[in-house]
């Protein structure tokens, strides 16, 4: 990608970044936002349609680099555990590696409904890859597994930003893999 179109998009999403965390509890404008990054309108027309494109274009760019590695991760082992370990804390790791943006998304009462998106669309993508090694595909019981850690992937990352990263270590992502499997044992059927 061109370096004036990343120089560009990045100021966009710091000036977006700054613009929620001053007025968490209501909607950016395009307006305001030309306006404090100091950019025509045009511009930001050319790289987003509305305010939101910021948000899911961000979100889609972290979704699929850790989809990426989740496959990485998948390949280096037959054990269920193990692969949910290096699974979960790839992506703590990758949520303190985007904390500015995610606190931003968290503490923001309007644009928090993105964060649950976000949540099931890479719990969805990492685990389609995880189930597909280990078990039978089953569309219904899939959907359903996905909906229901989803909500707990993005109560994960609430409570680990409000706890300035201190919250989850090896210990507690050791636990959460020895939750999760037992659930998923009940549910699918093993290859």
């Given amino acids: 990608m061109d370096k004036r179109i990343l120089k560009t998009k990045l100021l966009i999403l710091e000036t977006f970044i700054d613009l929620v965390d001053k007025n968490p509890d209501r909607k950016i404008t395009v307006t305001e936002l030309t306006e404090k990054a100091n950019i025509a309108r045009k511009t930001f027309y050319l790289h987003y349609s509305y305010v939101d494109d910021i948000i899911i274009s961000y979100l889609n760019d972290f979704s699929s680099f850790f989809y990426s590695a989740a496959r990485n991760n998948i390949e280096k082992s037959d054990d269920k555990e193990t692969i949910l370990i290096l699974l979960m804390e790839d ?10 943006f995610l606190t931003a998304i968290v503490k923001s009462q309007v644009y928090y409904e ?17 189930l597909n090694k280990f078990y039978k595909f089953n569309a219904e019981k899939f959907d359903l597994i996905i909906k229901y850690h989803s909500a707990g992937i993005a109560k994960i990352i609430t409570e680990y930003i409000d706890s300035d990263f201190t919250d989850y270590n090896k210990k507690s992502v050791e636990t959460l893999a020895s939750i ?3 659930s998923l044992e009940r549910v699918l059927e093993p290859i």
Avoid: G, Q, T
């Fill in 114 to 130: 993105h964060l649950n998106l976000f949540a099931f669309k890479i719990l969805k993508d990492s685990s389609f890859v995880f």
């Fill in 91 to 100: 992506f703590l790791n990758n949520v303190k590696e985007h904390r500015k």
């Fill in 180 to 182: 999760i499997l037992p």
